[in-house]
């Protein structure tokens, strides 16, 4: 089964605490099996479209596994109206990248164990492919968790 948008592409505005942004574009994904490879697909085609100067083949591999742990972790069950994810990709005008997953859990119990690699090896692989990680309280409900990364080698 393939996952459906939920709704189409859309345009965020925002700032970060770094860089006015300069490109953004996010898209939702119902909490689905394979969700994760779909907005792998995405993030390669948009990363490559912006142009952006890190590296992309890393910068997908931490996009599928952000999401793939919003499928895995973050689903509130089929009662619940909002089982989707949103992936949101901006680049500032410093050219970092911020990879923001948000879903509909407004926890996240044990974070810094989680991206130490200490419940599983996702966050962790994030971190290594130069994900520096961070996660939020979203204003109208939910949860974002933010992979920032910058442009250039990483260095292990």
Request: charged share 25%; with cysteine.
């Amino acid at each position: 089964m393939h996952p459906r948008y939920a709704e189409p592409a859309t345009p965020v505005t925002s700032l970060t605490g770094t860089a006015p942004i300069a490109e953004e574009w996010s898209r939702t994904f119902d909490l689905l099996p394979g969700a994760s490879q779909l907005a792998r697909l995405h993030a390669r085609t948009r990363l490559t479209m912006f142009r952006w100067p890190g590296n992309v083949e890393d910068a997908t591999e931490a996009v599928g596994i952000l999401v793939g742990n919003a499928v895995a972790h973050a689903d509130p069950g089929p009662n619940h109206e909002d089982r989707r994810a949103r992936l949101r990709l901006a680049i500032t005008e410093d050219h970092d990248l911020l990879i923001d997953v948000r879903d509909p859990l407004p926890e996240f119990r044990d974070f810094e164990k989680a991206s130490a690699g200490e419940l599983g090896r996702g966050l962790r692989e994030v971190g290594r492919l130069g994900g520096a990680l961070s996660w939020h309280l979203c204003e109208h409900g939910g949860k974002a968790v933010r992979a920032h990364m910058m442009p250039g080698p990483v260095l292990a």
